[in-house]
């Protein structure tokens, strides 16, 4: 019996492990495992119905997030008084869950690329869901800003790869040694990459602005603030169903064997491994070898360095990169900021309650929604046409930075709307509106920017948006505890006032990128000679 046990687990190890070392360069060739033309295994061969359903799963995931991140904004009095809490405490407690989103790209992501989206998934959203329970449990303020801060760095792996699944069903002409290397956000084809990115770029910043309005909804309800949390635990289960019902469609599709939980996975190179598996199996023959077999014979400690490296090296070595890091930066920054500067507007300034504080965020979801639609029906088509225009040869990355031009001029005068209209005498209307305008231009900005990194760097977009994710995410985990003070000392006017002059000093960065980009591109080390 010790004999036969033996002999499976020897035979489960060769079957499972691989080395090309034994194979003639002929062979090399005839035993590579890929995917078919129509191959039904492969994500970017399932239906576009499906590709756009993953899709919307996906953002849905990172919009569970952008809501956990400022749900407890609308609870800040009750916190405060809860646990004896500053304001700087209170506003801490918030951005802390932002600053767990640095931890996302370097560390889920090579994760998930060692491992499978799955599994990454499997392994922290449960955990993700623990600290929203303890949370909601929490006795002091020690355990609370704690539990948000593990909470946000769990919930940093959903957001990341949501954007990583979107990715995997793009349809790019490439070769498979290439998937391995497939950028987080370069999903579908360059013409249709906008449109599914619309809804994974409105997600963290529709959540986020909904956020408080649950909270601040819930803190003057009558029931504890605590259901706050009780109700992201929720949303978070009801989203691990909605997995598992795409999983038991995805199994009838692709026929794939059934998976015991959760959602189906969806990198390739960890299919393709499976394939070779199951080919060995099948055959009998070890000989059949996956891309990524031949990847593992570089140790993964020595992968996961240049993984953590690579994006700080691009950093600090790519103008382009450094230059839209910092433009993202601070829309992202600004837009949590902006968020903890509401209450000094409306409830300071205009004697809201935290409910109907809530209902002021409205405004920024309308603003981004808006500019959804532009997007669509202005912008879109334009880069459509341009695809057309530059055929055979691939669109310059310049022209996704046309967008940002038109709105970057926007988005700074939207922070003086904002601010000069915040007077007591003067209708709330005026920086509801100044509102608006920061929803919209944020969105096509963020998008425009966002699209332009991945177009310029390509099969280096993962390691670019990677530094870029993690420095946004620092940017917006800190700049909002400086906004209460800010604008009780300087009043809402002057503070907003700031803010647009700092994004006036940023106006520029999409024009010279434009202009210049040309030559920086042909000077970079890590874009490729497609553009030049």
Known sequence: MSTMQESDKQEVAEDTTYTTQRLSEEELKAFLVEFGPQDRDNPKNWSRSKRWYMTIVAS?????????????????????????????????????????????????????????????????????????????????????????????????APFTNSGAIISDMCVIRTSLSNIICMPHLCSWDASTRGKANILFANAPFIGSALGPLVGGYISVSGISWRWTFWVLTIFVSLMREMFRMNEHIVQNGLCITLVVTSLPETYPPILLLRKARQKRVQTGDHRYYAPMETYHLVAFSDRLKQTLLRPFKMLFQEPMLA??????????GTMYMVFEAFPSVYQGEHGFNPGTLGLTYLPVVSGCVTASFVYLLVFNPRY??????????????????????WTS?????????FGWTSFPHITVWGPLSGAFFLGFSSILLFLSLINYIVDVYLFAAASALAANTVVRSAAAGGLPLFAPRMYSA??????????????????PIPFVLYKYGTTLRAKSKFAPTIHR
């Open 323 to 332: 230059a839209t890091t910092v433009y993202t930066s601070f829309i992202y």
């Open 490 to 507: 300087l009043d809402p006017r002057w503070a907003s006032t700031i803010l647009g002059c700092v994004a006036l000093l940023m106006m």
């Open 409 to 417: 001029p926007l988005y700074a005068i939207a922070f003086f709307w």
């Open 60 to 156: 849905l995931i990172a919009f569970n997030a952008g809501v956990a991140s400022s749900a407890p904004a609308g609870i800040a009095s009750n916190l405060a008084l809860q646990f004896a809490m500053s304001e700087e405490l209170v506003v801490l407690c918030i951005s802390l869950f932002v600053t767990g989103y640095c931890v996302g790209p370097v560390l889920w992501g090579p994760l998930s690329e060692q491992y499978g989206r799955r599994l990454v998934f499997l392994s922290t959203l449960p955990v993700y869901t623990c600290f929203q329970v303890g949370c909601a449990l929490a006795h002091n303020r020690t355990s609370i800003i704690v539990l948000r801060l593990l909470a946000g760095i769990f919930a940093a």
């Open 384 to 405: 459509e046409a341009a695809v057309q225009r530059y055929k055979p040869n691939h669109v310059p990355p310049e022209v996704r930075l046309e967008m940002a031009m």
